[in-house]
């Protein structure tokens, strides 16, 4: 039996009285890219906030690898290999690219590798180097925070809203760029509220409405049957 | 007295002691090859079912009506018969007290009437009585049962002529003449009829009732059903005969249908047989032949303007379908089942409705208009009638038998105690001489008693079989504690660990069995 790299089993999560999770069940097996949809509200940036350690579940059963994780905190899972590109890419704005980059060397990989594997990723940020990152696009600035998480070699990345205030070209190049992770044998969970791009690489979809996930599938069948609540028409 | 003539007397003498003190066989009387039996039958000439759910009744039809009524249920020990010859169907027929009491009608009108229950029909029953029953309600109709031990019979049926009761192909003769009707010939059971003759005598004919003759109008109708015991077997009959059915006011005519359905086992083989005949039918002057294999048109009286000529389409257009139903003949080892149905006529009236809208509707709604307000109630009833548009389904000639067979339980009897077992079957007398004693049961046992020799083999054998029906064997007791042992071990020991995991770790026990702590990814 192939043990994925992410289990979520009955997951419930709540803020104060309002409950957001309310059973999530969710598998992202080894190497796959597996996209969360779901209208704004279902609960995807909680669930994401949960298996990264950021918000502690009232319910529910986190496996990692086949492992039981329970109550490890962000700082413990980002060294052992899970890494997450939150919502708002959450750069340095006053720091130049390359000083963004050296920032991430704390876990523990060389500066000169982090700036190497950032470069050869996204050239367009070698260009950038000695620009502040808050004057950078938005763009821009997503491949920097991409690049900051590659640096550290994740094995399971979460990325929330990649493509959010982003240009479709560009949103299509950040995409390719993360088939070319996946493709390496990073499993990658990614959120999308509109997300005709991310059906184009993902692996499998899963769709996420009140709290649950409501529909799994491979991303023709979800394209198929669910276009019109989940991609709203925006696609 | 002559030495020949002593002789003679002498013989027969002998030969009639001879034969009253040997045992010679009684008369072979036919054993049943069964042990118990059920048998049910049941004859409708006409079954009138209406569909129209906007009739507040809880059942499916929501109305049914069978212009004859004949049914007979008997197994080993109880027979029951019923016979009707207008019956509402057993939502009505059966639950006739609580629908009169859901009527709404003053306690002192539907107490009577709900006591009573439904009036048109006789009943019999064997052995709780009575065992027979009969009533005339109206001259020319007849209904009657009679139960019994090896006999059930239900005939119901309306006739001028009164035809039903000659109907019967073993009816009993007459008991007493009739003195009903002049045409009706006398009927067993007469002085148990409801009805005085002087009413008989003044009513004349009893045609079908004007409403119900609208919709079906028939000659005559007889249903007879029949369960009988006899030489052995068990025999179930049933019959449907109608004649002249005329149908929507005449708009289809019948010139007749007869069913019969037939059912009997001896206990190891059923059978099961019928036939169902069919006349002559007419649609709005058109004329067709039934048979099994469908309509046929032999001929054409009234040729009606754009009506096609194939005669089903020609149905359809009216509204108006007609299934000659396949015959049941279903034999199953010593089970038997045979239904027989002549006709069944489906009459959608939403196709006809367009026709009836033509009526001059409007007036009778504006004349229910006019009625005062405090009955709304009975207002609103009335207007939505007028824009009912049922389905009637019209079965012509039903006969229905069942029968089945069980055959008996071997019981094993009980074996001699065990002391008795031990003990030789043949004692000594004191004189040494052996005497005989009772003959044993086992096979290896029926040694020669006169031999005096104790059968030895005899108790040998009867101890195992005697160990065989007790107690299972004790070997299995040992393995089964050791087996329940393990398990309760395996289900304690899984609860303790879980409880240590709780205890010990801090209750960080994952209950998909997977152990706890933090993996280090990269090296999946």
Same mark, same amino acid.
């Given at each position: 039996m192939v043990v994925p790299m992410l289990e979520v089993v009955g997951l419930h999560a709540a803020y104060g009285r309002i409950e957001v999770l309310r059973g999530v069940d969710l598998a992202v097996p080894k190497g796959a890219v597996v996209a969360l949809l779901g209208p704004n509200g279902a609960g995807k940036s909680t669930l994401i906030k949960c298996i990264s350690g950021l918000h502690t579940p009232t319910s529910g059963d986190l496996h990692l690898a086949g492992v039981h994780v329970q109550d490890a905190g962000a700082d413990e899972l980002a060294r052992l290999g899970l890494c997450t590109i939150p919502e708002?890419?959450?750069?340095?704005?006053?720091?130049?690219v390359e000083e963004n980059l050296r920032?991430?060397?704390? +876990? #523990?990989?060389a500066a000169d590798a982090v700036i190497d594997v950032a470069f050869s990723y996204f050239p367009r940020l070698r260009e950038r180097?000695?620009?502040? +990152? #808050?004057?950078?696009s938005g763009g821009e600035q997503q491949m920097l925070a991409m690049s900051r998480a590659l640096a550290s070699d994740p094995a399971l990345l979460l990325l929330d809203e990649?493509?959010?205030?982003?240009a479709p070209l560009i949103v299509d190049e950040l995409y390719e760029t993360v088939a070319g992770i996946a493709a390496s044998g990073v499993s990658i969970l990614c959120i999308e509220q509109f997300a005709d791009t991310a059906l184009r690489v993902a692996d499998y979809v899963a769709v996420m409405s009140g709290g649950r996930v409501v529909a799994t599938g491979e991303p023709a069948e979800i394209r198929d049957s669910m276009v019109d609540v989940i991609l709203g028409g925006a696609a | 007295m002559r030495p020949f003539a002593l002789k003679f007397v002498l013989a027969i003498l002998v030969a009639g002691l001879a034969g009253g003190l040997l045992p010679v066989p009684a008369?072979?009387?036919?054993?049943?090859?069964?042990s118990g039996y059920s048998a049910e039958a049941s004859a409708s000439p006409i079954q009138l079912d209406v569909y129209e759910p906007?009739?507040?009744?809880?059942?499916?039809?929501?109305l049914r009506l069978m212009l004859g009524y004949a049914t007979v249920e008997a197994d080993s020990s109880l027979s029951s018969g019923r016979a009707s010859f207008l019956w509402p169907g057993d939502f009505v027929g059966e639950g006739f007290r609580s629908v009169i009491d859901n009527l709404g009608l003053p306690d002192e009108l539907s107490e009577p009437i709900g006591e009573r229950g439904y009036p048109l029909q006789v009943n019999s029953r064997h052995?709780?009585?009575?065992q027979r029953q009969a009533d005339e309600?109206?001259?020319?109709t007849v209904m009657r049962t009679s139960a019994g031990a090896e006999r059930t019979t239900a005939r119901a049926g309306y006739s001028s002529n009164c035809e039903v009761e000659r109907s019967g192909e073993d009816e009993q003769p007459p008991e007493s003449p009739s003195?009903?009707?002049?045409?009706?010939p006398s009927l067993p059971?007469?002085?148990?009829?409801?009805?005085p003759a002087s009413e008989r005598q003044d009513s004349g004919e009893c045609p079908i009732p004007p409403q119900l003759a609208a919709l079906v109008d028939v000659g005559g109708y007889i249903a007879t059903s029949e369960t009988a015991l006899t030489g052995g077997d068990v025999v179930t009959r049933s019959r449907s005969e109608v004649s002249d059915v005329q149908l929507l006011g005449g708009l289809v005519t019948l010139s007749g249908v007869t069913a019969t359905a037939v059912t009997g086992s001896d206990g190891a083989k059923g059978k099961a047989s019928g036939s169902a005949d069919y006349g002559r039918l007419s649609v709005a002057g058109q004329t067709f032949t039934v048979g099994p294999d469908g309509l046929t048109a032999p001929g054409r009286k009234v040729r009606l303007p754009g009506?096609?000529?194939d005669p089903a389409k020609a149905l359809e257009r009216l509204g108006i379908t007609i299934t000659v139903p396949r015959p049941d003949r279903t034999v199953s080892g010593d089970k038997a089942i045979s239904r027989s149905e002549g006709l069944i006529v489906d009459v959608d009236t939403t196709v006809l409705r367009d026709w009836l809208?033509?009526?001059?509707?409007e007036l009778l709604a504006e004349l229910i208009n006019?009625?005062?307000?405090?009955a709304s109630e009975l207002k609103s009833l009335l207007g939505a009638a007028l824009q009912l548009s049922p389905r009637f389904v019209i079965h012509v000639g039903t006969a229905a038998s069942t029968v089945d067979t069980v055959q008996g339980i071997d019981i094993p009897l009980p074996g001699p105690e065990p002391g008795v077992d031990a003990e030789p079957p043949t004692g000594t007398a004191p004189g040494g001489t052996p005497e005989p004693g009772p003959a044993p049961e086992?096979?290896?046992?029926?040694?020669?008693?006169?031999?005096?020799?104790?059968?030895a083999p005899a108790v040998a054998n009867a101890v195992p079989e005697r160990a065989?029906?007790?107690?299972?064997?004790?070997?299995?007791m040992p393995g089964a504690l050791l087996f329940g042992g393990i398990a309760l071990a395996s289900l304690a020991g899984g609860y303790l660990r879980k409880l240590g995991g709780l205890v010990l770790g801090g209750?960080?026990?994952c209950q998909h069995g997977l152990r706890t702590g933090l993996p280090d990814l990269r090296k999946v």
């Open positions: 708002g890419r959450a750069v340095f704005p006053n720091l130049t920032l991430i060397s704390y +876990a #523990g990989v180097r000695s620009q502040l +990152a #808050g004057t950078l990649l493509s959010m205030g982003l | 008369h072979a009387e036919a054993e049943p090859g069964f906007t009739i507040p009744v809880p059942a499916t039809p929501q052995p709780a009585g009575p309600p109206v001259p020319g003195p009903g009707t002049p045409e009706l059971g007469r002085s148990e009829s409801s009805t009506i096609p000529d809208d033509a009526l001059p509707i006019r009625l005062p307000d405090e086992t096979g290896s046992a029926a040694a020669p008693a006169s031999t005096g020799e104790p059968p065989s029906a007790g107690l299972p064997p004790l070997f299995s209750g960080v026990v």
